[in-house]
């Protein structure tokens, strides 16, 4: 069975700073991953997604993550926050076989201080 | 552009009372899902429907039906809603259910907030 972890549900950061988003996958085969944005009262947006190609990935709104398999994450990064980021930010992972189904974590709301 | 649309946004129901949600989807998209999202516990699988014609139980199924009309429309039935039903639930789709490959992204609705007292 496939599962996310997303340490904390909060993060709070300075405009201009680095955001860092932490999350780590269980799979036992090499998956899919991918992060999510919510902003209030709406649905989700994908930002990236990893498929097997190039490790780092990047994304929308100056988003990146890396996949690290040694380390099973996929940390979502933006070197300088902005006002316009803070929302909720979900990590998926979906296995790669046929009928494979996206696994959510808990979700990290992301606030930005001026 | 609509893309995923789902119908009601709002409803606040009686204990024991039935309801539909509808979804539909312009994308033509094989598959179809519908999740519901709870404060500190991600959003969770209901059902889903790989193509037309099939529906699957996800993680949280108790409590619901669901029904693939056709490959447009994919609806979430509570046949007597509980106070735990309480919810944002979210109707999704992508072009097929085979691993999520490139391209086959996962699009999802508004939300419909449900309050169940």
């Known amino acids: 069975a496939q599962s996310v972890t997303q340490l904390g549900s909060h993060v709070s950061v300075s405009e201009g700073a680095l955001v860092l988003l932490r999350c780590n996958y269980s799979?036992?085969?090499?998956?899919?991953l991918f992060w999510y944005v919510q902003y209030p009262n709406q649905g989700l947006q994908l930002l990236l997604k990893?498929?097997?190609?190039?490790?780092l990935v990047k994304g929308i709104n100056g988003f990146e993550a890396e996949f690290k398999k040694s380390e099973t994450s996929f940390h979502l990064t933006k070197p300088s926050a902005h006002m316009s980021d803070a929302a909720e930010y979900f990590c998926?992972?979906?296995?790669?076989?046929?009928?494979?189904?996206?696994?959510f974590g808990k979700g990290i709301t992301l606030s930005v201080r001026p | 552009n609509a893309g995923v649309t789902q119908t009601p946004k709002f409803q606040v129901l009686k204990t024991g009372q039935s309801m539909t949600l509808q979804c539909a989807q312009d994308?033509?998209?094989?598959?179809m899902y519908w999740y519901r999202q709870d404060p500190g516990m991600g959003l969770r699988l209901i059902y889903y429907?790989?193509?037309?014609?099939?529906?699957d139980k996800g993680e949280v199924p108790n409590g619901y039906n669901v029904s693939r009309l056709n490959k447009r429309e994919f609806s979430l039935r509570l046949e007597s809603a509980a106070p735990s039903q309480t919810s944002v639930y979210f109707c999704?789709?992508?072009?097929?259910?085979?691993?999520?490959?490139?391209?086959?992204?996962?699009?999802f609705g508004e939300g419909s907030w449900l309050t169940v007292v």
């Open positions: 998926a992972v979906s296995e790669t076989g046929a009928n494979s189904k996206l696994t």
């Open positions: 999704a789709s992508s072009f097929n259910a085979r691993g999520l490959r490139d391209g086959n992204t996962i699009y």
């Open positions: 990893y498929t097997s190609a190039a490790t």
């Open positions: 799979s036992s085969v090499p998956p899919y």
């Open positions: 429907s790989a193509s037309e014609g099939t529906t």
């Open positions: 994308m033509n998209h094989n598959s």
